[in-house]
């Protein structure tokens, strides 16, 4: 009997290896029922069997957390939540972290009460785990009780063992200030987050110059810039500085010598290369080089260049069917968003030369003025 179950190990691995092909070509849906047959035929296997192969186990739980990570990425949450029922068989001592998943797709999903509810349990069950309170705090800050997830995120600092984890935390921290109002904490919170781990940080530095763009802190944004390890992003928000202080010229140069740069060689530029390449007109290299690392697309802004791009091309379906992704994309983020803001909509009408098309994304925007 265990010769038969053994004799099928090529088969599960040649059918998951299968929809990692399927996914880098984009093909959502055969993916999708790929990773339904192999949980499907896991879960008909006997406690027994699961519990002396290790290897079978471990198969049919990674294929059912990417099953419902998949399904939610399309926005599908009730069939992501039903497809982790029964998952902890393979792994029984996962359960807990399971579960912690099941309550964070509740959130993405808008249900912030039940999540919270849910989180809350789990914190209390098991409070030496960082990753629940951390959870509990996004979710709490999403709901807007910004001094209650300001609590919730010092206790799982005082947990968190790990720098990625600790700067994780501070950058949920900054973004929470960011949004009481007070630029020095933000300030102090990122530079925590560099403290404990620069390269995470770095990764989402976008949101840092946001931010300070946002608060027209032109003096702020260029000293963090100075200390930049991309070029590439200096030189865009160089040029962004430039054109908002009315020289376009200026603006201008910071971006030609940008695309001058490789962006295969600043990875941590790539995305403002790509976009700078969408701003003056160079819609081919801006959706080639995003391409080039899929991974990529699970930024809502990255969706939002894309998106952009195919809007300006007339492909009007495929830039709904972006914006959507990144809407998705927006639901997982702390604070959790419903909708691309006004800074977004200026981005994409800027870029796309047909008005008439404009009406066809507004429902994806959030904008400070409607009219």
Do not use: C
């Not at 179950?5 to 070509?25: F, G, K, P, Q």
């Not at 198969?59 to 926005?75: F, H, K, Q, R």
């Amino acid at each position: 009997m265990d010769f038969g179950v053994r004799s099928l190990d090529n088969t599960y691995e040649s059918m998951y290896a299968r929809t990692r092909e399927l996914l880098e070509a984009g093909r959502a849906e055969p993916a999708l029922d790929l990773l339904r047959r192999i949980v499907k035929r896991l879960s008909s296997l006997s406690d027994e069997t699961l519990r002396s192969r290790d290897d079978l186990s471990q198969m049919g739980l990674v294929a059912g957390l990417d099953l419902a990570t998949l399904l939610s990425n399309t926005g599908r949450y009730d069939e992501a939540v039903a497809s982790l029922d029964g998952l902890d068989r393979f792994s029984p001592e996962r359960e807990e972290a399971i579960a912690n998943f099941r309550a964070r797709l509740r959130a993405q999903q808008g249900h912030l009460a039940q999540a919270r509810d849910e989180l809350a349990a789990l914190a209390e069950r098991f409070p030496q785990d960082p990753a629940h309170w951390v959870a509990l705090a996004q979710v709490t800050f999403s709901m807007g009780d910004l001094d209650q997830a300001e609590d919730l995120y010092r206790r799982a600092l005082e947990l968190v063992s790990d720098d990625m984890g600790r700067a994780d935390i501070h950058l949920d921290l900054f973004a929470l200030e960011a949004q009481r109002g007070r630029k020095a904490e933000a300030l102090a919170e990122w530079d925590q987050a560099m403290e404990a781990d620069s390269n995470f940080a770095l990764r989402n530095a976008r949101d840092l110059y946001t931010y300070l763009l946002r608060i027209d802190d032109r003096t702020t944004l260029r000293r963090y810039l100075d200390q930049d390890v991309s070029r590439i992003r200096q030189e865009f928000y160089r040029g962004i500085l430039a054109r908002r202080a009315g020289d376009f010229s200026e603006g201008d140069k910071h971006w030609q010598r940008l695309t001058k740069e490789s962006p295969l060689a600043d990875s941590l530029g790539k995305v403002e290369w790509a976009e700078t390449a969408l701003r003056l007109g160079g819609l081919d290299a801006a959706i080639s080089i995003l391409m080039t690392d899929r991974a990529r697309l699970a930024s809502p802004h990255v969706a939002l260049i894309l998106a952009t791009a195919m809007a300006q091309s007339g492909n009007v379906e495929a830039a709904r069917d972006l914006l959507h992704t990144g809407i998705y994309r927006l639901q997982r983020r702390v604070p959790r968003r419903d909708s691309y803001g006004q800074e977004d909509w200026e981005l994409l009408t800027s870029v796309v030369e047909k008005r008439a098309l404009w009406s066809q994304f507004r429902e994806f925007f959030a904008l400070e003025d409607s009219a």
